[in-house]
């Protein structure tokens, strides 16, 4: 069990270019999840997936943010034409599905950083 | 949605005393309530969880108490150590009928464990 992993560590980027983070979660853990973090907070739901399935997503996420996990394993969350606004901890995390809720685990986070 | 208020946002202690955080959700739909530690610039771990069937759940040093009725939980962390310093956070499952459960984080509390 390595974890769940993330990368990049950091980004910075200009406003309005795109960026694309990846998550791998715990290895035999289907359903992934995305949230993000800013200073001060504690983390906001942004997305879920269970194996493939793109399942719910929060308001947060606008139409500029797009997630991806085409093959039930590793995850994309991408960002389209950033805004200042957009900077924060973007953490993923993963767990089992059983019929009772299991302990979500996270990653390290990638942090971003709009100039 | 749920809704998850934590207080006090800073608490510090003499190394060896007792810490209490306490936290109250909104959803009485809510029946998992883990509890997360986070040190700076480093991923939340979970410590401690509780589900709705038990009013109280005990690990070494660390407790969490549940009330359902009042709708509040807590966390106990007991002869406290420096290496317990470190941001605090509560969190309540949301499950809308139909969809998978998301986590609703509270606001975080930062422990500050003195010598």
């Known amino acids: 069990d390595t974890g769940v992993s993330q990368d990049p560590r950091h980004k910075i980027t200009k406003r309005g270019q795109n960026v694309t983070f990846r998550c791998d979660p715990i290895?035999?853990?289907?359903?992934l999840y995305w949230y993000r973090q800013t200073l001060g907070q504690g983390p906001e739901f942004l997305t879920y997936f269970q194996n493939e399935a793109q399942l719910e997503k929060s308001r947060l996420l606008s139409d500029r943010f797009s997630a991806e996990r085409p093959k039930g394993s590793f995850s994309t969350l991408e960002i389209q034409r950033t805004e200042q606004g957009d900077s924060a901890m973007y953490l993923c995390?993963?767990?089992?599905?059983?019929?009772?809720?299991?302990?979500?685990?996270f990653g390290d986070g990638t942090r971003l950083s709009i100039l | 949605g749920e809704n998850v208020e934590q207080h006090p946002s800073t608490l510090s202690v003499q190394e060896g005393d007792s810490a209490v955080i306490k936290c109250t959700y909104s959803?009485?739909?809510?029946?998992?309530f883990p509890w997360y530690k986070q040190e700076l610039g480093k991923r939340p771990q979970l410590i401690i969880d509780?589900?709705?069937?038990?009013g109280e759940k005990k690990d070494q040093r660390i407790a969490v108490t549940l009330n359902k009725t009042a709708k509040h939980f807590s966390l106990h962390i007991t002869e406290t150590q420096p290496e317990d310093s470190a941001v605090y956070f509560c969190a309540a499952n949301q499950r809308p009928a139909g969809t998978a459960s998301k986590l609703t984080f509270g606001t975080g509390t930062r422990l500050q464990v003195t010598l």
């Open positions: 959803d009485s739909a809510s029946n998992y």
């Open positions: 290895s035999e853990h289907n359903r």
């Open positions: 509780i589900r709705s069937n038990v």
């Open positions: 995390a993963s767990s089992l599905r059983t019929q009772a809720d299991q302990p979500q685990h």
